[in-house]
């Protein structure tokens, strides 16, 4: 799968509420971590026991592919 902005994620994501966030909390239902994510955010997922999906596995949580 190609790579998207986070835009795309967004767009898609509306009725479930999704949002870019500064940070991290228990509060996180998932984390969708790219390539270039940030190791402080990949260690508060795992803190928090947040799940951590790729940019191919959100759309398959929205029932996209």
């Given at each position: 799968?190609p790579k998207?902005?986070f835009?795309?994620?967004?767009?898609?994501?509306?009725?479930?509420?999704?949002?870019?966030?500064a940070?991290?909390?228990?509060?996180?239902?998932?984390?969708?971590?790219?390539?270039?994510?940030?190791?402080?955010k990949?260690?508060?997922?795992?803190?928090?026991?947040?799940?951590?999906?790729?940019?191919?596995?959100?759309?398959?949580?929205?029932g996209?592919?």
């Open positions: 799968m998207r902005p835009g795309c994620f967004a767009r898609e994501g509306a009725a479930f509420e999704v949002a870019r966030a940070n991290l909390s228990k509060n996180t239902d998932y984390l969708v971590a790219g390539s270039k994510s940030g190791s402080v990949m260690r508060a997922a795992e803190k928090h026991g947040t799940p951590i999906l790729d940019e191919n596995a959100f759309p398959r949580l929205l996209k592919r």
